[in-house]
């Protein structure tokens, strides 16, 4: 394998080289013969009648990256919120210097948790383990008055229509519905809820699929909705044979809340580092969250009563609560508040340190669209003018330095006139 960048794996194979025709979503239906009008698609769209609305299976064979792409949805829905699909699936990873290629990481069997990732070299923090495209992405909301046995057809066409159907047929499955087909038990056991305009899908990606959840992460994943990728950043430095893991449940929850969840939405029982540690470790662990919890309310009311002091005693207190546990990524709007406080306090060096964290979030993980673009120009606007401000801070207390060791001698020679003249 080569060690230099490869681009195919950045930016995949397959580009549509026509532009994506938005009408290939709405009008063609189950109807057209033709393939010219399925473009982006390389399948005609597979449709059930629905009360309403058909429901769709729209496939790209071939892009992203040789494995191709399903997406099942009312024309309706593809044609208001997956206008995304306008952009080429295949673009660049937004920051090629910040991804390992080829892959740190190795599958393994985990004791107790199937398979699992397991890093092959030091991973630094920040930067991206895995760029992964979706292989399928289907609406969370599904027809009430469509049959069982329908939906199974859709996504079994949706898998068997990608390039590479095996990659997302070999994944692990858990079996834990009785009357479940192979494929719904694979979507239930490896998918993730992911946000695309707004709306709720579930979306399959083949390679994300083998990473583990743990509590306390070392690595986290961010969606793109332009290229429909999931990315793994580190979120500290990994050492050569630590398993990398991600985390599957919400920020903040207890322990407890975890476990229900876990078991609820994705049917295991966590075997994670901190699921196992002992009733002392995961008690500690739960009162530091609950403490987080309880300054994400108190922070923004005393910042809003103008008590400055007692506000970032807080948040310092909490950020290391958080480092702490892991929860780092999840935490990132909060950096806004010690922010905008120490600047009202005068502390620049400490409001320049936080801006610099809010700016890391917006743009270290490529959020994409309009309000992330407007938020990055607005804090690299306010990063300019607290580096001049610091500056000119520091010059003037030169300049008084200067003048108080002035003022210093003249007071020692005035002394000193006096003297002699006594
Ligand atoms: C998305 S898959 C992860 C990869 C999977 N271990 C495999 O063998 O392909 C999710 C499944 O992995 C297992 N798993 C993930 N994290 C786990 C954990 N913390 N404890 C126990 N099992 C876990 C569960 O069986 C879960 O249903």
Same mark, same amino acid.
């Given at each position: 394998?080569?060690?230099?960048?490869?681009?195919?794996?950045?930016?995949?194979?397959?580009?549509?080289?026509?532009?994506?025709?938005?009408?290939?979503?709405?009008?063609?239906?189950?109807?057209?013969?033709?393939?010219?009008?399925?473009?982006?698609?390389?399948?005609?769209?597979?449709?059930?009648?629905?009360?309403?609305?058909?429901?769709?299976?729209?496939?790209?064979?071939?892009?992203?990256?040789?494995?191709?792409?399903?997406?099942?949805?009312?024309?309706?829905?593809?044609?208001?919120?997956?206008?995304?699909?306008?952009?080429?699936?295949?673009?660049?990873?937004?920051?090629?210097?910040?991804?390992?290629?080829?892959?740190?990481?190795?599958?393994?069997?985990?004791?107790?948790?199937?398979?699992?990732?397991?890093?092959?070299?030091?991973?630094?923090?920040?930067?991206?383990?895995?760029?992964?495209?979706?292989?399928?992405?289907?609406?969370?909301?599904?027809?009430?008055?469509?049959?069982?046995?329908?939906?199974?057809?859709?996504?079994?066409?949706?898998?068997?229509?990608?390039?590479?159907?095996?990659?997302?047929?070999?994944?692990?499955?858990?079996?834990?519905?009785?009357?479940?087909?192979?494929?719904?038990?694979?979507?239930?056991?490896?998918?993730?809820?992911?946000?695309?305009?707004?709306?709720?899908?579930?979306?399959?990606?083949?390679?994300?699929?083998?990473?583990?959840?743990?509590?306390?992460?070392?690595?986290?994943?961010?969606?793109?909705?332009?290229?429909?990728?999931?990315?793994?950043?580190?979120?500290?430095?990994?050492?050569?044979? /630590?398993? $990398?893991?991600?985390?599957?449940?919400?920020?903040?929850?207890?322990? +407890? !809340? =975890?476990? &229900?969840?876990?078991? %609820?939405?994705?049917?295991?029982?966590?075997?994670?580092?901190?699921?196992?540690?002992?009733?002392?470790?995961?008690?500690?662990?739960?009162?530091?969250?609950?403490?987080?919890?309880?300054?994400?309310?108190?922070?923004?009311?005393?910042?809003?009563?103008?008590?400055?002091?007692?506000?970032?005693?807080?948040?310092?207190?909490?950020?290391?609560?958080?480092?702490?546990?892991?929860?780092?990524?999840?935490?990132?709007?909060?950096?806004?508040?010690?922010?905008?406080?120490?600047?009202?306090?005068?502390?620049?060096?400490?409001?320049?340190?936080?801006?610099?964290?809010?700016?890391?979030?917006?743009?270290?993980?490529?959020?994409?669209?309009?309000?992330?673009?407007?938020?990055?120009?607005?804090? /690299?606007? $306010?990063?300019?003018?607290?580096?001049?401000?610091?500056?000119?801070? +520091? !010059? =003037?207390? &030169?300049?008084?330095? %200067?003048?108080?060791?002035?003022?210093?001698k003249y007071g020692k020679a005035q002394r000193m006139v006096i003297n002699i003249s006594q």
């Amino acid at each position: 394998t080569s060690e230099l960048p490869d681009d195919d794996e950045l930016c995949g194979r397959g580009l549509p080289t026509t532009p994506f025709d938005r009408t290939a979503l709405t009008t063609i239906g189950p109807y057209s013969y033709d393939p010219s009008a399925w473009s982006p698609w390389t399948h005609r769209p597979y449709c059930i009648e629905a009360n309403e609305e058909p429901w769709c299976v729209y496939t790209n064979a071939a892009s992203p990256k040789g494995h191709g792409i399903s997406i099942i949805t009312t024309p309706e829905i593809a044609g208001s919120t997956l206008n995304i699909l306008e952009h080429p699936f295949d673009q660049k990873f937004f920051a090629p210097e910040k991804i390992y290629l080829p892959r740190p990481y190795k599958v393994v069997d985990i004791p107790g948790k199937g398979k699992g990732v397991v890093a092959t070299q030091k991973i630094e923090k920040g930067k991206a383990i895995l760029v992964d495209h979706a292989s399928i992405i289907a609406a969370a909301e599904y027809p009430a008055d469509v049959m069982r046995e329908e939906v199974q057809d859709l996504l079994a066409t949706a898998v068997n229509r990608l390039g590479e159907p095996e990659k997302v047929l070999r994944l692990s499955r858990k079996g834990r519905d009785e009357g479940a087909t192979e494929i719904e038990d694979l979507l239930l056991t490896n998918s993730f809820t992911v946000g695309i305009q707004g709306k709720e899908f579930i979306a399959l990606f083949a390679d994300l699929s083998r990473f583990n959840h743990d509590c306390k992460p070392n690595a986290f994943i961010y969606f793109s909705e332009t290229t429909l990728a999931m990315t793994v950043w580190a979120s500290r430095d990994i050492e050569p044979g /630590e398993e $990398i893991s991600i985390t599957y449940s919400a920020a903040g929850l207890s322990s +407890k !809340e =975890r476990r &229900e969840t876990l078991e %609820k939405v994705w049917g295991f029982k966590c075997q994670c580092s901190l699921c196992t540690s002992s009733p002392e470790v995961i008690k500690e662990s739960d009162d530091n969250r609950a403490q987080i919890r309880a300054y994400q309310g108190s922070i923004p009311n005393l910042a809003q009563e103008g008590k400055f002091e007692e506000a970032l005693k807080q948040a310092e207190h909490m950020f290391e609560l958080v480092d702490e546990e892991a929860l780092t990524d999840q935490m990132s709007d909060m950096y806004e508040y010690p922010a905008r406080m120490y600047y009202q306090i005068g502390n620049l060096e400490k409001a320049l340190e936080y801006t610099l964290k809010v700016k890391r979030e917006i743009d270290g993980f490529g959020v994409p669209g309009k309000y992330g673009q407007e938020k990055l120009r607005a804090m /690299e606007g $306010i990063i300019r003018r607290l580096e001049k401000e610091i500056v000119e801070k +520091k !010059e =003037r207390e &030169e300049q008084f330095k %200067k003048q108080a060791k002035l003022k210093g001698k003249y007071g020692k020679a005035q002394r000193m006139v006096i003297n002699i003249s006594q």
